[in-house]
Structures are given as structure tokens and as C-alpha cells.
Nanobody, 119 residues
Framework: QVQLVESGGGLVQPGGSLRLSCAAS????????MGWYRQAPGKERESVAI???????NYADSVKGRFTISRDNVKNTVSLQMNSLKPEDTAVYYC?????????????WGQGTQVTVSS
């Protein structure tokens, strides 16, 4: 069973930066993709940034140019650098991994970390 543990959330002023990290309990080298999702109160969970095993990235339009996703295959971590944060970035951020075992692809989720952007 894969476990994902997020860290790095907190309270930051508008225009500030935060870096989220997600530590996986197994080697991420073989994962199909890893990414970050977020869910604000009263809204559906949305994709923020995805990084595939081939190195391709996909960002939500609302975060392009401000957020950067990266991974460390040695430390088995994926990070999200968030710059120029806005109040509308406030949400619980979840780490996700898509992993295929025996031809079946499953989603694994972390417990979430709160990001609050407020003055």
C-alpha cells in the first residue's frame, strides 16, 4: 500500500510563497504520474499540477507561471513551489499518485495540507 505524506502548508500573505512537499513510501520512479490537487470550501477538487513519468507537466490555467512542480526520484518526493500566491489559492492541497499494478491503474492520495493566503 502506497502512502503519501504532504508537508509545507500554512498561512501566507498575498504575493508570498510556499513550498509543498509530498513524500512517498515507495519508489516514485515507476509511478505513472504524480500531482497536486486542491479543494476549496464548497468547491470540487481540482487539478493544480501534474508531472508524468516522462517528465511532462500540466498546470491549471489559474496557476501557470506561478507554480512549479518537480520531483526527486532519489528522495521519492514531489514538490510544488507556489509563488505570487493569491487569496483564491486558499484550499486544502492534496498529493496524488497514479500507479499501475498488473494493468490496473489506481489513484493514491495524501491526507492534505491547508494553504491559506490572507493578509
Amino acid at each position: 500500500q502506497v502512502q503519501l505524506v504532504e508537508s509545507g502548508g500554512g498561512l501566507v500573505q498575498p504575493g508570498g510563497s510556499l513550498r509543498l512537499s509530498c513524500a512517498a513510501s515507495s519508489s516514485i520512479f515507476s509511478y505513472n504520474a504524480m500531482g497536486w490537487y486542491r479543494q476549496a470550501p464548497g468547491k470540487e477538487r481540482e487539478s493544480v499540477a501534474i508531472l508524468t513519468s516522462s517528465g511532462s507537466t500540466n498546470y491549471a490555467d489559474s496557476v501557470k507561471g506561478r507554480f512549479t512542480i518537480s520531483r526527486d526520484n532519489v528522495k521519492n518526493t514531489v514538490s510544488l513551489q507556489m509563488n505570487s500566491l493569491k487569496p483564491e489559492d486558499t484550499a486544502v492541497y492534496y498529493c496524488n499518485a497514479k500507479i499501475t499494478y498488473f494493468a490496473v491503474t489506481s489513484d493514491y492520495w495524501g491526507q492534505g495540507t491547508q494553504v491559506t493566503v490572507s493578509s
